[in-house]
């Protein structure tokens, strides 16, 4: 008897076990079953018929929906209120896990999935106030009669498939981490804009200048920081002249000079990464409408960040790109206009030094009086352990994201300031896209800008009509110059925000003379065009400049040589600063590694091609002379306070006609060190370096392995994503695949009577590993190729590569 029970005990344990998530690994009992396990994400051909009637709770006419080869979706409704709730059904039934998992980030609510080593990245996400800022901004989206039928319908036909699913039918990720979905809601789409936000505008170097603002002082970082580099082709082209009479900006008030604010600094993130977009005349196009081409640069994840769709309806035909989780398309076309978005890298998250009256820490000094402080708990759910309280302090500035010594969950992020960003205010970017969406015309554009808020984007936009346009847009706060630059007092009003500039006044130009309009993350506007301060920084112009140069060569323009272009791997940085290097270290012996090294790169085109060795030893090279430069002046110390370095146009200068410059001297060493000396240093570090990871120089130090691009699950889990894809391409290139980040959709649109569109990203449209759409389209992206893009102008439309068509009808 005591066998028979010990050894039930033993199985009931074990089936306990097999069906319980036993921390970082899953349920194996429940994963490996065979009617509710892994198994059943397999895809069939009969999950999609090519015809088959649907009922769907809420739909109040039948609503067609046809998919292409590329499993991408064109939805035909008889009104707004079907059309979003289809789309919303229809994203579910691809990617509801991925659009979930974002969700719950910006939530701050991974922890409840993942257990307790979420729990500082959710207590950040809740304190840096990305559920703040989108509550008030899907209180905007409600309150609009319009966006408020988008918002609700998405939602409701995301829950219209959720209600459809069974343990057995739940995505695979639910069932490696246990979970099951919940209700979606119109917040989870703001949520996920907001995540967004944070990922293109929700760092900032404040803190690192503060540092060296107090070790150097201003006639130094007025020198090693300028606010315009020396070359750059902005956004708006030079010389383009107001079109309005502008506000007076805020006076500057008396300097402010932060306490020392140390942090263990993270490894210093890449500024030359983005986006590009580029709209050309008609004038300037083999088929006399303009053209217009936009590739985003974004973390390359499987699924993948974008989801295809067509969404017609009366007053719409929009093809394009939607984030999964949020209705609508956000890069686009329909038949009469397109339009495309980078971010513009301006200023909109400032850090202010906050003055507690004591340590209960109740009220804060500002204008000469003490305030109350805004206390919001936040209840954080933890799995396998008890729920956590958070408080988060907010000034009238926004959330005090640390307001005790502590380390940051992001090293950038200051100890007791409050964060001033504009993904905290309420805006309504469902409304801009809605519009845009259905514009024509370049009024329609203007008009649909004026109710977006964050993240601050570079629009450009071209129409049938013959116009192209470019506007650098957002809510942009109106400061004084460099206000934001470096940390701010919280206690002085005057360093406040004193208000926006209008809309109308954002920097913007329509036709310019040299017959296109193209933006790269570069500087905005030139300081002497334009009366109002956006940033001082920028990405690095080599792109905005690469794509200017290409652009005004091309004497007739087609789809095809966009794409060309959105492929382009010439290295500028390589072209300026190479020959200066090889003079500097002179001649080495032909046979010895240096001198191999020297001789390939004398013969190298600057083209960062896969099979290049040139980009591996420059690259390193290049790199690893900076470091010797600025080491000793700004250190990446983990016991002290973190420095931003010098951008790269500064530090160009420097090792381009500086020889003499107090910089290059390395005070750590007795040694007086010279530019030859250390670009001989870097050089053979940069030889050494490859010669230790692939042997002596020879086809395996080719830049694609040396570069070696991923495209990760968004678990990272082993097997599920695309490891070593072989490309070329590179930081500040046009093609700027890196390591983790790259083209995340490439899209080229020619106008005309019949519009033609071409695009691809690196995934597919499902989000299921099992399906044969999970990463289909992903050699194509690879070899820099785009497919030609389905649009039809009717649901009865014959195309032969529309094979599938569904009618989703209410219940």
């Known amino acids: 008897m005591i066998k028979a029970l010990l050894t039930l005990a033993a199985c009931l344990t074990l089936i306990w076990v097999l069906n319980t998530k036993q921390g970082n690994l899953p349920p194996f009992g429940k994963l490996l079953s065979p009617y509710r396990g892994f198994w059943q994400n397999g895809e069939r051909p009969e999950d999609f018929p090519a015809r088959q009637q649907l009922a769907i709770a809420g739909l109040q006419q039948p609503v067609t929906v046809r998919y292409d080869d590329r499993r991408v979706p064109h939805i035909f409704a008889q009104n707004d209120h079907d059309l979003y709730l289809a789309q919303g059904y229809l994203t579910a039934r691809d990617r509801l896990w991925q659009m979930d998992f974002v969700a719950h980030v910006a939530a701050g609510r991974l922890a409840e999935i993942l257990g307790p080593e979420r729990l500082e990245t959710d207590r950040f996400f809740r304190r840096m ?193 939607s984030i999964p989780g949020a209705p609508l398309a956000i890069i686009g076309f329909n038949e009469q206009a397109a339009w495309g978005v980078t971010n513009t890298y301006a200023d909109v998250l400032d850090w202010y030094q906050v003055q507690f009256r004591d340590a209960r820490k109740l009220e804060y000094f500002h204008g000469g009086r003490w305030k109350p402080v805004r206390r919001v708990v936040e209840h954080i759910k933890v799995r396998g352990q008890p729920d956590r309280l958070d408080t988060v302090l907010y000034t009238h500035h926004g959330p005090v994201v640390y307001d005790r010594p502590q380390k940051p969950f992001l090293s950038y992020v200051p100890i007791g300031y409050a964060a001033r960003w504009t993904a905290h205010d309420a805006a309504n970017e469902f409304k801009t896209f809605y519009q845009l969406n259905r514009a024509h015309t370049y009024a329609d554009y203007t008009a649909a800008l004026a109710s977006y808020g964050a993240p601050a984007q570079n629009f450009v936009f071209a129409d049938a009509g013959q116009d192209i346009a470019i506007w650098p847009n957002g809510h942009l706060p109106l400061k004084w110059r460099e206000q934001g630059k470096y940390l701010l007092d919280g206690r002085d009003p005057a360093q406040d925000w004193q208000g926006w500039i209008p809309a109308a006044q954002n920097p913007h130009a329509k036709n310019p003379a040299r017959g296109f309009v193209s933006s790269a993350n570069q500087s905005s506007v030139r300081p002497q065009d334009y009366p109002y301060y956006m940033n001082w920084d920028y990405g690095s112009s080599e792109r905005g400049r690469r794509i200017n140069q290409r652009l005004g060569q091309m004497p007739i323009v087609t789809a095809d040589s966009l794409r060309l272009l959105q492929n382009d791997v010439l290295g500028l940085n390589a072209q300026l600063m190479l020959p200066r290097m090889l003079a500097l270290v002179g001649a080495q012996a032909a046979a010895s590694p240096e001198g191999q090294a020297l001789a390939a790169l004398r013969h190298w085109d600057y083209q960062y091609t896969a099979d290049a060795v040139g980009p591996s030893l420059f690259e390193l090279w290049y790199e690893n002379l900076v470091k010797r430069l600025w080491d000793d002046d700004f250190p990446l110390d983990p016991k002290g306070p973190a420095y931003r370095r010098p951008a790269r146009d500064r530090t160009n200068n420097l090792i381009l006609t500086e020889d003499s410059s107090r910089w290059i001297d390395d005070r750590r060493t007795p040694t007086r060190e010279t530019l030859p000396l250390l670009a001989r240093q870097s050089l053979h570090w940069a030889v050494d ?84 759409f999970y990463s289909n389209l992903l050699e194509t992206w690879r070899v820099g190729q785009l497919d030609e893009l389905v649009f039809l102008r009717s649901a009865e439309e014959p195309n032969a590569r529309v094979a599938t068509a569904w009618t989703l009808q209410g219940k």
């Not at 309150?143 to 995301?158: E, K, L, M, Q």
């Not at 805020?250 to 600094?265: L, T």
């Not at 120089?697 to 990760?712: C, E, M, N, V, Y």
């Not at 083209?743 to 099992?770: D, E, T």
């Open 129 to 321: 106030g990305l559920g703040f800022g989108a509550q008030k901004s899907v209180t905007a989206v409600l309150a609009d009669p319009v966006t408020s039928v988008v918002a609700r319908a998405y939602s409701d036909g995301i829950n219209a498939y959720i209600n459809t699913l069974t343990p057995a039918t739940y995505p695979f990720e639910y069932k490696l981490l246990d979970y099951a979905p919940e209700p979606w809601e119109p917040l989870k789409s703001a949520l996920i804009l907001k995540y967004m936000a944070f990922d293109l505008t929700g760092r900032s170097d404040d803190l690192r200048m503060s540092n060296a603002l107090r070790k150097y002082g201003p006639a130094v970082m007025r020198d090693l920081f300028p606010d315009y580099p020396t070359r750059e082709s902005p956004v708006i082209p030079a010389g383009t002249p107001l079109d309005f009479q502008p506000l007076a900006t805020p006076p500057v008030p008396p300097a402010f000079v932060a306490a020392e604010a140390p942090y263990a600094p993270d490894q210093e993130p890449s500024r030359d990464l983005g986006s590009n977009n580029f709209a050309v005349s008609g004038a300037r196009s083999a088929t006399g409408f303009p053209m217009l081409a936009n590739d985003p640069h974004l973390q390359l994840n499987l699924p993948s960040i974008w989801y295809q769709v067509q969404l017609t309806a009366p007053g719409v035909n929009v093809y394009g790109v």
């Open 689 to 772: 370096s490859l010669t230790r990871k692939y042997g002596a120089q020879g086809p395996k130090w080719r830049w694609a392995s040396q570069k070696s691009t991923d495209i990760l699950h968004l678990l990272s889990l082993p097997g599920f994503g695309q490891m070593d894809v072989d490309c070329g391409g590179g930081s500040g290139i046009v093609n700027a695949t890196t390591e983790r980040q790259g083209p995340s959709w490439r899209m080229v649109v020619a106008l005309g009577p019949q519009v033609r569109a071409y695009g691809v990203y690196p995934g597919g449209q499902s989000g299921n590993p099992g399906s044969p």
